[in-house]
């Protein structure tokens, strides 16, 4: 910039005098110069509070390429790493730390902040702080106990692009200040051009995008309801030529950024994600996005769509809108907060404890999930229900004595404002305003000029349905569409397996159900075929020796006789070793993953371990949810001689653990990692997921079977002193494989 924007001096101006300021400005506008600057002005430290693990990669990059010391703390660093920064910062080596508010956690973080030279507190999206706001975190609450016992005139930023009057009004009274600074700029983005297009079907919605992408010019977000619409709209692009990838929260730290840098270089035409991407990433030329479902509120789409033009250029910014869309956000709000009742049932296990309890232990009694805890976990606090308690490094929580009553009538009025801001979202894609204009004015940027580019504005109602020709793609697709099961494993022998569909997704689960929990029979025909159809695509080319099964715990002989009838049309023998040597609980009524790994633990065995030795083992079963019973087997198998096991399902669950095993989370935005809670916590190892196909790029024989000719070979040019290296080349097979098999032979 040749000169600060009024704005940005105005709050820098005011933050070198030490007052605390809240400026809520457009996405792209320079609220991170606001504090960057004053960083350096200061003889202390700045601390910069972000939720986004992208945005700290990429600041902490261009300043460090501007010479200015800073450095970031996250989950995706080891502790050792993230240790060495604060004793950097403990001796005033670092002018800004970004770090996430999880981080407040943290005993060891608590402790060393107090020693901190503190110059600056910077609340980045500060939105999150309000129970109002779209994005509400709980672990924000935490940044505002810091600052009360920070001095009157001790400096504080909040930023944010997207905050109602309402929660501006709640962010300011949390800062506690009485004169607090309230700055707000222009919300106009005058680049975009924003349309409504209107489907009456998810095959036309497919279709549609497929056609607007070959369209629209340079590189693009396409955003989705959930997890599982990343991977079909991906595929299916990458099935018509689209340079496309999904991207999620569920993916390893490495795979994300492997992502990021692929698109800030435009390696991709379009990146297909939930909401997860797009945040902190520094990528001005974003030319388009697209939402294939509208998000729950007008404060929600204008920050997701804000990702988009950030360098002023014309922007193309598309919503497909099918009436039936609004099922997924009613349901989103429906359960956003937990249920009363397992609030009472933490209330109920802290209450009946001979002693305080810590996040783990409450997560295991109560049978939640991690991310439900943490809500639950902060409200009780706040009511004053529950207490923190500090035990050494780690913190545990106990009953207080003469608690007050559950309050849950700030949680229903909450309920009911969702809802409000869902009606209002409708408004604005069924209403005939000018859409910027609409989503100015829903944000406090009061206005009466019309932008006019939009679809209201040019009188323009855009409908798409599909072209016969475009039809019958969307339908092949549909027809040979299956969902991988990520779950590789080389210690474990195990590869990438296949579901005939998601559990929801089609009529499967509806069928699987049936035959069950209703009474209907043996599976039928249908899924037999589609599974059949899933093992010819993924498992094309790889000999499999036998068939085994999940033994059951309620479907009786169900997968038994679909196992056998896999069995007979492939003509792969079927064994019926495989069993289990004690009692287990469905895994669906366990709701983390640590309960359904510990249930199945130690549970199966194997008759006669002769029979697998040096096998390649295809493993049948109904349902894929989190992945534990899989490698359970696993584990119980590879402890034999076998060669690989690869498994094939009638159904993957929309939203199971399996994926991401080390990371129980069940949104992006509510993302939070264990590591964040107890610095000694160790991070999980990462194995990396790749199909047969992927392996096989790289080594053509991989998991092949090894025959008498290949092992006479192999014998002999090790004796004459051929290297493992060498060998691995030679037979286009990886180290490891080469390594088992000579200790094996030898």
Same mark, same amino acid.
């Given at each position: 910039?040749?000169?600060?924007?009024?704005?940005?001096?105005?709050?820098?101006?005011? !933050?070198?005098?030490?007052?605390?300021?809240?400026? #809520?400005?457009?996405?792209?506008?320079?609220?991170?110069?606001?504090?960057?600057?004053?960083?350096?002005?200061?003889?202390?430290?700045?601390?910069?509070?972000?939720?986004?693990?992208?945005?700290?990669?990429?600041?902490?990059?261009?300043?460090?390429?501007?010479?200015?010391?800073?450095?970031?703390?996250?989950?995706?660093?080891?502790?050792? +790493?993230?240790?060495? !920064?604060?004793?950097?910062?403990?001796?005033?080596?670092?002018?800004?730390?970004?770090?996430?508010?999880?981080?407040?956690?943290?005993?060891?973080?608590?402790?060393?902040?107090?020693?901190?030279?503190?110059?600056?507190?910077? =609340?980045?999206?500060?939105?999150?702080?309000?129970?109002?706001?779209?994005?509400?975190?709980?672990?924000?609450?935490?940044?505002?106990?810091?600052?009360?016992?920070?001095?009157?005139?001790?400096?504080?930023?909040?930023?944010?692009?997207?905050?109602? +009057?309402?929660?501006? %009004?709640?962010?300011?009274? /949390?800062?506690?200040?009485?004169?607090?600074?309230?700055?707000?700029?222009?919300?106009?983005?005058?680049?975009?051009?924003? /349309?409504?297009? &209107?489907?009456?079907?998810?095959?036309?919605?497919?279709?549609?995008?497929?056609?607007?992408? *070959?369209?629209?010019?340079?590189?693009?977000? #396409?955003?989705?309801?959930?997890?599982?619409?990343?991977?079909?709209?991906?595929?299916?692009?990458?099935?018509?030529?689209?340079?496309?990838?999904?991207?999620?929260?569920?993916?390893?730290?490495?795979?994300?950024?492997?992502? @990021?840098?692929?698109?800030?270089?435009?390696?991709?035409?379009?990146?297909?994600?939930?909401?997860?991407?797009?945040?902190?990433?520094?990528?001005?030329?974003?030319?388009?996005?697209?939402?294939?479902?509208?998000?729950?509120?007008?404060?929600?789409?204008?920050? +997701? =769509?804000?990702?988009?033009?950030?360098?002023?250029?014309?922007?193309?910014?598309?919503?497909?809108?099918?009436?039936?869309?609004?099922?997924?956000?009613?349901?989103?709000?429906?359960?956003?907060?937990?249920?009363?009742? /397992?609030?009472?049932?933490? !209330?109920?296990?802290?209450?009946?404890?001979?002693?305080?309890?810590?996040?783990?232990?409450?997560?295991?009694?109560?049978?939640?999930?991690?991310?439900?805890?943490?809500?639950?976990?902060?409200?009780?606090?706040?009511?004053? =229900? !529950?207490?923190?308690?500090?035990?050494?490094?780690?913190?545990?929580?106990?009953?207080?004595?003469?608690?007050?009553?559950?309050?849950?009538?700030?949680?229903?009025?909450?309920?009911?404002?969702?809802?409000?801001?869902?009606?209002?979202?409708?408004?604005?894609?069924?209403?005939?305003?000018?859409?910027?204009?609409?989503?100015?004015?829903?944000?406090?940027?009061?206005?009466?000029?019309?932008?006019?580019?939009?679809?209201?504005?040019?009188?323009?109602?855009?409908?798409?349905?599909?072209?016969?020709?475009?039809?019958?793609?969307?339908?092949?697709?549909?027809?040979?569409?299956?969902?991988?099961?990520?779950?590789?494993? @080389?210690?474990?022998?195990?590869?990438?397996?296949?579901?005939?569909?998601?559990?929801?997704?089609?009529?499967?689960?509806?069928?699987?159900?049936?035959?069950?929990?209703?009474?209907?029979?043996?599976?039928?025909?249908?899924?037999?075929?589609?599974?059949?159809?899933?093992? /010819?695509?993924?498992?094309?080319?790889?000999?499999?020796?036998?068939?085994?099964?999940?033994?059951? $715990?309620?479907?009786?002989?169900?997968?038994?006789?679909?196992? +056998? &009838?896999?069995?007979?049309?492939?003509?792969?023998? =079927?064994?019926?070793?495989?069993?289990?040597?004690?009692?287990?609980?469905?895994?669906?009524?366990?709701?983390?993953?640590?309960?359904?790994? %510990?249930?199945?633990?130690?549970?199966?065995?194997?008759?006669?371990? *002769?029979?697998?030795?040096?096998?390649?083992?295809?493993?049948?079963?109904?349902?894929?949810?989190?992945?534990?019973?899989?490698?359970?087997?696993?584990?119980?198998?590879?402890?034999?001689?076998?060669?690989?096991?690869?498994?094939?399902?009638?159904?993957?669950?929309?939203?199971?653990?399996?994926?991401?095993?080390?990371?129980?989370?069940?949104?992006?935005?509510?993302?939070?990692?264990?590591?964040? $809670?107890?610095?000694?916590?160790?991070?999980?190892?990462?194995?990396?997921?790749? $199909?047969?196909? %992927?392996?096989?790029?790289?080594?053509?024989?991989?998991?092949?079977?090894?025959?008498?000719?290949?092992?006479?070979?192999?014998?002999?040019?090790?004796?004459?002193?051929?290297?493992?290296?060498?060998?691995?080349?030679?037979?286009?097979?990886?180290?490891?494989? #080469?390594?088992? &098999?000579?200790?094996?032979?030898?």
């Amino acid at each position: 910039l040749p000169s600060f924007y009024n704005e940005q001096w105005d709050a820098i101006e005011k !933050i070198l005098q030490g007052e605390r300021v809240l400026l #809520i400005h457009r996405t792209g506008f320079g609220k991170s110069l606001c504090y960057q600057f004053p960083a350096t002005q200061f003889d202390g430290i700045t601390i910069i509070f972000s939720p986004l693990i992208a945005l700290m990669r990429d600041q902490v990059n261009y300043l460090k390429g501007r010479g200015i010391p800073v450095e970031c703390i996250n989950s995706e660093q080891s502790n050792d +790493e993230n240790n060495g !920064i604060l004793d950097n910062a403990l001796e005033n080596k670092i002018k800004i730390l970004y770090i996430a508010p999880e981080r407040q956690e943290n005993i060891e973080w608590i402790e060393t902040v107090r020693k901190f030279n503190l110059s600056l507190i910077v =609340i980045d999206e500060a939105h999150c702080i309000s129970v109002w706001g779209h994005d509400f975190r709980p672990a924000f609450k935490r940044i505002v106990d810091l600052i009360k016992l920070l001095p009157a005139h001790f400096p504080v930023l909040a930023v944010t692009a997207t905050a109602t +009057e309402k929660v501006a %009004e709640d962010i300011k009274t /949390q800062l506690r200040s009485d004169d607090i600074s309230y700055i707000r700029g222009s919300l106009l983005r005058d680049n975009f051009k924003i /349309q409504v297009v &209107r489907v009456v079907r998810e095959e036309d919605k497919l279709g549609g995008i497929l056609e607007f992408v *070959r369209k629209l010019s340079g590189t693009g977000f #396409i955003y989705t309801g959930t997890r599982v619409n990343t991977d079909v709209y991906a595929n299916f692009l990458i099935s018509q030529g689209i340079k496309a990838i999904a991207y999620s929260a569920g993916l390893e730290g490495e795979t994300r950024k492997e992502i @990021e840098l692929k698109l800030k270089n435009n390696e991709y035409k379009c990146v297909v994600s939930t909401n997860a991407l797009g945040m902190g990433i520094d990528k001005k030329d974003v030319r388009f996005i697209i939402h294939t479902q509208f998000p729950q509120s007008p404060i929600h789409y204008y920050q +997701e =769509i804000g990702r988009a033009g950030r360098d002023g250029k014309n922007t193309d910014i598309v919503l497909f809108y099918n009436p039936s869309d609004r099922d997924l956000p009613k349901h989103f709000i429906d359960t956003a907060r937990p249920a009363r009742s /397992q609030y009472e049932r933490i !209330i109920t296990v802290l209450k009946t404890s001979p002693e305080p309890l810590g996040e783990r232990s409450l997560v295991k009694k109560s049978n939640l999930k991690q991310t439900h805890l943490r809500v639950i976990k902060a409200d009780l606090v706040e009511q004053g =229900i !529950i207490k923190e308690v500090v035990y050494g490094k780690s913190k545990r929580y106990e009953y207080q004595f003469n608690a007050p009553n559950l309050d849950f009538s700030l949680f229903e009025k909450l309920k009911k404002f969702r809802f409000a801001e869902l009606d209002k979202i409708i408004e604005y894609i069924e209403g005939a305003t000018c859409r910027m204009k609409y989503l100015r004015n829903y944000l406090g940027d009061k206005t009466d000029t019309a932008c006019g580019k939009c679809d209201n504005c040019l009188r323009k109602n855009i409908a798409w349905k599909n072209p016969p020709k475009l039809e019958i793609e969307v339908k092949k697709f549909y027809d040979n569409y299956f969902p991988m099961l990520n779950i590789a494993s @080389e210690k474990l022998k195990l590869v990438n397996g296949v579901a005939a569909s998601y559990y929801g997704f089609s009529s499967i689960g509806t069928v699987i159900h049936k035959c069950k929990y209703e009474g209907g029979g043996y599976f039928p025909d249908s899924l037999l075929k589609q599974t059949l159809r899933a093992y /010819q695509k993924c498992f094309k080319g790889i000999k499999f020796d036998i068939i085994l099964f999940v033994p059951p $715990t309620e479907s009786k002989d169900l997968v038994k006789d679909f196992a +056998e &009838r896999i069995s007979m049309i492939l003509k792969i023998p =079927i064994s019926y070793n495989l069993h289990k040597i004690k009692d287990t609980k469905p895994q669906k009524i366990l709701q983390n993953l640590w309960n359904k790994k %510990e249930n199945v633990e130690g549970v199966f065995d194997y008759k006669n371990p *002769r029979e697998i030795e040096n096998k390649s083992i295809l493993l049948i079963d109904d349902i894929y949810d989190s992945g534990a019973t899989v490698k359970e087997i696993a584990k119980t198998l590879s402890q034999y001689e076998i060669n690989i096991i690869a498994p094939l399902v009638i159904a993957k669950t929309i939203g199971g653990m399996g994926d991401n095993m080390s990371n129980p989370s069940i949104d992006a935005k509510q993302e939070t990692n264990l590591d964040e $809670t107890n610095i000694k916590t160790k991070k999980a190892v990462k194995i990396p997921s790749y $199909t047969v196909e %992927e392996k096989r790029k790289y080594n053509t024989n991989a998991y092949k079977p090894w025959t008498d000719q290949d092992d006479n070979k192999l014998v002999e040019l090790h004796t004459a002193g051929m290297s493992a290296e060498d060998l691995s080349e030679y037979f286009k097979r990886n180290k490891g494989s #080469i390594l088992s &098999r000579l200790k094996k032979l030898l």
